[in-house]
């Protein structure tokens, strides 16, 4: 029913009409698949989303973001319930804690989706972090559950003192830290960060990439 209510929020908040929609064939997680099967729909619910294509016919169609992010929500209660997570779980126990500069949201948010259609749990204080309440306490805490840094360092995010409170954090507390960069070269970022691998974020066929060694790391193997 959620997932049902999220998809008619999509067309609601818009001017869409189906046919406009350029739904999927073929199943890939996205709220605009036509899920087939029991066993796609299934997935669907696992790992619901929307992907860049239909974020952008949304925004071309009149709908605006606070109404995208709105119905990201709902898609993170839908995961939430069909992994059998904790309501809290998105504060706590991620497997990667995504840290980046707020003009790079658009980067950071690609590479998040990459991971989280793979079944890696991801942080990302611009979609985790409500109104309200110590913002500060719940990145500390995310930052310590956490099994990993991906810090997208880029030229508006190599200066940013809370990505470099967050990588710091991550080294104090010997996380894996995974430095993703995008026009920025290593020998630019601060010793400490050097020293990891450094993995290109330029292009979309690197992020996919990128998101293919993380998933491999963190499953152990490799």
Not at 46 to 60: D, L
Not at 114 to 127: T, V
Request: hydrophobic residues 40%.
């Amino acid at each position: 029913l959620l997932m049902e209510f999220a998809l008619a929020s999509y067309f609601h908040a818009s001017n869409i009409s189906e046919n406009e929609a350029q739904s999927h064939n073929e199943t890939r997680g996205c709220l605009l698949d036509l899920c087939a099967s029991k066993p796609d729909m299934r997935w669907k619910l696992k790992v619901g989303y929307v992907c860049s294509k239909h974020r952008a016919i949304f925004t071309r169609f009149g709908g605006d973001e606070p109404a995208l992010e709105a119905i990201e929500r709902v898609l993170d209660e839908v995961r939430r319930i069909a992994l059998g997570r904790r309501s809290d779980a998105h504060l706590s126990g991620q497997d990667v804690f995504v840290s980046y500069a707020s003009e790079d949201s658009e980067v950071a948010t690609e590479l998040r989706d990459g991971l989280e259609r793979e079944g890696i749990s991801c942080f990302m204080a611009g979609r985790d972090l409500g109104a309200g309440g110590l913002w500060e306490d719940d990145v500390r805490a995310a930052a310590q559950s956490s099994r990993a840094l991906l810090l997208l360092l880029t030229p508006s995010s190599k200066n940013s003192s809370w990505v470099q409170i967050e990588a710091g954090a991550a080294w104090v507390l010997e996380k894996p830290i995974i430095p993703a960069l995008s026009y920025v070269r290593a020998e630019e970022l601060p010793e400490p960060i050097r020293k990891h691998q450094c993995f290109e974020a330029k292009s979309s066929e690197q992020r996919q990439q990128l998101v293919a060694k993380v998933v491999s790391r963190l499953r152990g193997e490799s």
